[in-house]
């Protein structure tokens, strides 16, 4: 039996904790698209709703819906010049507290393996993290 480190397990609890806002938003695939479309498009000035609309073939009211949820998640940011709002991904993206869970997991990951692979040697196990 392979037993994890409760600090870990606990570190990581927060860290989804952390991210819930930002996994929830890229987890739905229009909104995939539309970060897809900001990613491929040019970062100075940004995209236009009509632009964001033309490339994802999503209604002007659906664009807007989810560039919305985008925006309050901290993962796009708007700039206005004028009358014209300007997409793009924010610098300050919280995209960027993904990383702090993947390498939490990853962590996690490796003393699965280091475990698994003690197991192994000793026969004690089937040295899988299960």
Known sequence: MIYLDQELAT???????????????????????????????PQKPGMRVGEIRMKTHLSRPTVS?????????QIIS???????????????SKLK????????IEK????????????QIGNTGRGSCE
Do not use: P
């Open 78 to 92: 708007v700039r206005k010049e004028g009358t014209l709002n300007y997409y793009s991904l924010d610098s300050g």
């Open 65 to 73: 819906h989810h560039l919305k949820i985008l925006k309050e998640s």
């Open 11 to 41: 570190t990581i609890a927060i860290e989804f904790k952390n991210n819930q806002k930002v996994l929830s938003a890229i987890g739905d695939e229009t909104r995939q698209a539309i970060l897809i479309a900001l990613i491929q498009g």
């Open 97 to 104: 507290l993904l990383k702090n869970l993947v390498n939490e």
């Open 108 to 119: 996690l990951l490796a003393q699965c393996e280091e475990q698994a692979s003690e197991q």
